[in-house]
Structure formats: structure tokens, C-alpha cells
């Protein structure tokens, strides 16, 4: 069982014996805004791994789940602007923007973006081995003949796992129960809680390669290098809007340019590293270094696209 608060590198201290931290390199944390076992939170363990590796610096991830990405957001905001706590956090981040009211934070001006790690050919439909559903036909049959009765998990109302489901039921027709979760919902997906769910194949990667998991479509504009069997929504003749799929590290506000600089080094260093690309591929996806004076306007840019298409749906958030 993975624990929520994990230091990084310790079984690399048990053989390689003790290893000597510098002084004027705190530990670093890194929190995850989801919950442990997640595709994101395995994601940010091996950037972490990377890290520790390349710099000897001490790296904890710390989960801090819930509100799809809120909770763990505003711990970071509310962090000194030393980098000893960055954000390693999804999309979400700019859906949130779009659709919540009440966010405790402003998403542009109260964080710091330093770089986006990777990114993914859209999201892929997903239901569990166990699904009586072979296909997307069949998904999409099942759902017409029973209006809203089929389920789909998202990981927070909001989160761009939702919004991804309500652009395939508007897009196909269906009518699709939506039940959110604090974290990933892979174990409720392989579990039967729910039907299916949209997750980036570089988020369910781990469970898609155990058999865990059956892919059934990709809603990106072409198909998943680890799911090259699987058609896009477009090649099966449907019209859904797509959303980009990425994650990156965000730090608190009011960081110094220094900082910014020496921690994007930092984190492109290990981004690149043999380790990261391969977790990357295996489950995906693409290594995706951006610079902040790249990434920043990146941001912005999908949080105003949202703000636009996203309201119309009638997605209300708490």
C-alpha cells in the first residue's frame, strides 16, 4: 500500500549506503493533489525519484487529495516562495478556473508555473475488463436504452475527467450519470462501482498494462502510442470535443527569478532523464519540457478557452 506522505530515494540510501544533503538544499516537497496510486501521484514519484538522482536533494511527495485539485492547490499557495514546495498537478488546474465560483485562490496570479512534464494524445474511454462492454458501439447502444443509468467516474466535479465525459455524452447523445471521487478512479473503475471513466492513457497506464483496464475509444486527434489498437472518437464517425491532456509543476507566488530559473533547470534536468521518459512512454505519453515564459501563457490561454465553452454545459461546482 503506497502512504500518503512518501520520502523519495530512501531505498536507494539502504543500498547505496548514507548520502550527503547540502545544507543550502532543503528537502523538497512536491504535492500531489490527488490521491495516492493515482497515474498523476506515480507520475510525480518518479519527477521525484529524477530529482533526488540528479541533484542528491531529499524529495517527499505529499498527496493532499480532494475538491478536484483544490485542497492540494491552496497548500501550495499558501507555501513560502522558496521552492522547497512546488504544485505537480493536471489539467484540472485550468478547468477549475473555468467552472468554480468560489476557487480559494486566483489560478493565474497565485502560482508560480515553472514547466510542463508531459502531455498525452487525449483521453481514453475506459471501462473495466470486467465490462460486459466490448466495444464503443455497444457502450453507446447500452447507454441510449437506458438513460442515465450508466455511470461514469471523474476525479471531482469540475476536474477535466468530467468535463471529458460530459463532451462525449453531448457529443454522442447519451445521457451519462456522473459520479466525481476525490482521486483517480481507477479502483472503482476496475472495481464495478462505475461503468467507465476518461482518463489519459499515461494516468491509467499502470492498469491498463495489468489488464485491469479496456480501452474502448481516444478522444484525441490521433491514437495513443501505448494504445495503437484503439481507434480515435473521430475515426469511429464521433463528434467530440477533445481536451488536452497534460501535467506540469506549478510553485507557490511571488517567487523570485532566480529561483524560477535554478528549480525549471532543475526539473527539465530531470524530466529528460532516461527513467522519466520511459514512465512517460510506457504509459502514453510524451516528455513535454516547456519553459515558464512558455508555459505561463499556456495556462492562461486553456483557462480562457474554458471559461468560454465550459459554462454553457451546465456544470455546476461547489
Known sequence: M????TVLGAAALVAAGPLTVRAQDPVLRIVVPFSAGSGTDLGGRVLGQAIHKTTGRTVIVDNKPGAGGVVGSLEVVRSRPDGSTLLYTTGGHTTNAALMKNLPYDPVTDFTPLTMVLRSSGFALLVSEKSPYKSLDELIAAARRQPGKLSFGSSGVGNTTHVMGVFFANGVGVDLLHVPFKGTPTTELIGGTVDLAFLSPSVAG???????LRAL??????????????????????????????????GPPRMSPEVVRSLYDTLARAAQTQPVKDFVRENGGEVAVTPPEQFGPYVVGEIERYRKVLPPLGIQMS
Open 2 to 5: 503506497l502512504h500518503r506522505r
Open 206 to 212: 499502470p492498469q491498463i498494462r495489468a489488464g485491469q
Open 217 to 250: 475509444g481516444i478522444s484525441g486527434p490521433t491514437r495513443s502510442p501505448m494504445l495503437p489498437d484503439v481507434p480515435t472518437f473521430a475515426e469511429l464517425g464521433l463528434k467530440v470535443q477533445d481536451i488536452p491532456a497534460w501535467s506540469g509543476i506549478f
